[in-house]
Nanobody
């Protein structure tokens, strides 16, 4: 059974930083692209960042380029999202996603950027 468990969300002031982590289990993590999505209130879920199986390719939403960094550790089955220079518009629930043949989502972790 695939499980994706996010952690690391919270309340941060504008300009601050957070690190999100996603622990994966139930599939061969090192074979699959991993992604982070987010959904703000009243908005559709959107792709934030994606990393291929061996970390050779990363992709970012234009709104987070230069501020967020995605990385993975295939020895620990984890994928992380380092978020810097956070702004109020980054406030959302952040989800970890994998597709080992079907859609797999974590439960989400809330990130709130507010003074």
């Amino acid at each position: 059974q695939v499980q994706l468990v996010e952690s690391g969300g919270g309340l941060v002031q504008p300009g601050g930083s957070l690190r999100l982590s996603c622990a994966a289990s139930g599939f061969t993590f090192s074979m699959y692209t991993m992604s982070w999505y987010r959904q703000a209130p009243g908005k559709e879920r959107e792709l934030v960042a994606r990393i291929t199986a061996s970390s050779e390719i990363t992709r970012y939403a234009d709104s987070v380029k230069g501020r967020f960094t995605i990385s993975r550790d295939n020895t620990k089955n984890t994928v992380s999202l380092f978020m810097n220079s956070l702004q109020p518009e980054d406030t959302a629930v952040y989800y970890c996603y994998a597709f080992p043949g079907y859609d797999c989502w974590g439960q989400g972790t809330q990130v709130t950027v507010s003074s």
